[in-house]
């Protein structure tokens, strides 16, 4: 078992919701020019994203619900599947290739190939709901590869670690009350999607912080909330969404983290992953739309996987 592997597919690139719109091709350009201009390209293993099948989608989206995005795929142009979440024809094939990085990287790392993993991957799925596309989501990535680990690889118990600046409302949607998936996460609130702060599931440990908090609050949060509750869920596999718009550079939300509170938060999932989950941490880009401070905290982040 070594080192961490990186895993995109051009389909992620090519994946447009038109000018302007800040979930860009480019946000993966700028991660790839980060992690070229740090040295760390040379300490990944990079695979090519597979599909992901139907019936691994299946396992947390309706099947009516895919079948109708597959029949929404344009031919040319854009559809728009809500205000802020557009396919065009590379789209589809898109959702599914990141959903497949994250399958791919749950597979890796509990085949023991990998300590751990990174998914550079567009559209992001946090906010997608078992029968909802919103929030520029279309499958629900992670929830997909937690699902999977559950399925395929035998574990009982995963940790889903969101701390993306907006609540993941469709991780939570799928797992409120499964008790095999505990979700931690911070999040700006007020903010959309609006959601997180009235859940009394006990798998749920979603966080509200408010505008302006940074790296003190945040902190401080994981060190009270998180930690112990990770501890108790003794997880198997740490899942990762993996959103850097609470960065203070950011230009859609309100929060002042900067690279060096994902630095930490990573060695703390690290730790908590080497006490219970043979180190194998999963994690998968969410937002993150000030295109230097996306790649330079995804460096940040990578960097701790890299050499811990
Ligand atoms: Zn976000």
New binding site residues.
């Given amino acids: 078992m070594t080192g961490t592997a990186f895993i995109t597919h051009p389909s992620c690139l090519q994946h447009e919701m038109g000018p302007g719109h800040p979930e860009c091709p480019d946000r993966l350009t700028a991660i790839a020019d980060q992690l070229i201009a740090s040295g760390l390209d040379a300490h990944v293993t990079r695979y090519e994203a597979p599909r992901a099948s139907v019936e691994q989608v299946a396992r947390v989206h309706d099947r009516r619900y895919i079948d109708a995005i597959e029949a929404a795929s344009p031919a040319s142009g854009l559809r728009y599947l809500d205000p802020d979440t557009a396919l065009n024809p590379q789209s589809v094939p898109a959702a599914f290739h990141a959903a497949g990085a994250v399958v791919h990287a749950v597979d890796l790392v509990c085949g023991g190939k990998h300590r751990n993993a990174f998914c550079a991957v567009r559209p992001p799925g946090h906010h997608a709901e078992s029968r909802r596309a919103m929030g520029f989501c279309i499958f629900n990535s992670v929830a997909i590869g937690a699902a999977h680990a559950l399925a395929v690889h035998g574990l009982s118990r995963v940790a889903i670690v969101d701390f993306?600046?907006?609540h993941g409302n469709g991780t939570e949607e799928m797992f409120t009350d499964d008790p095999r998936v505990l979700m931690v996460s911070t999040f700006q609130y007020p903010l959309y999607p609006y959601s997180g702060v009235d859940n009394p599931a006990p798998n749920m440990v979603n966080i509200p912080l408010s505008a302006g908090n940074g790296g003190t609050e945040f902190r401080d949060a994981v060190r009270k909330h998180w930690l112990p509750a990770l501890d108790d869920h003794e997880p198997e596999l740490i899942l990762v969404s993996a959103?850097f718009?609470a960065h203070r550079e950011d230009p859609l939300a309100g929060l002042a983290f900067v690279e060096d509170d994902y630095a930490w938060v990573t060695r703390e999932l690290i730790d908590v992953a080497g006490r219970h989950a043979k180190g194998r941490i999963v994690s998968t880009l969410?937002?993150g739309y000030a295109l230097s401070a996306l790649g330079r905290s995804v460096v940040a982040h990578l960097r701790e996987l890299i050499t811990h």
């Fill in positions: 993306d600046v907006h959103g718009d969410e937002g």
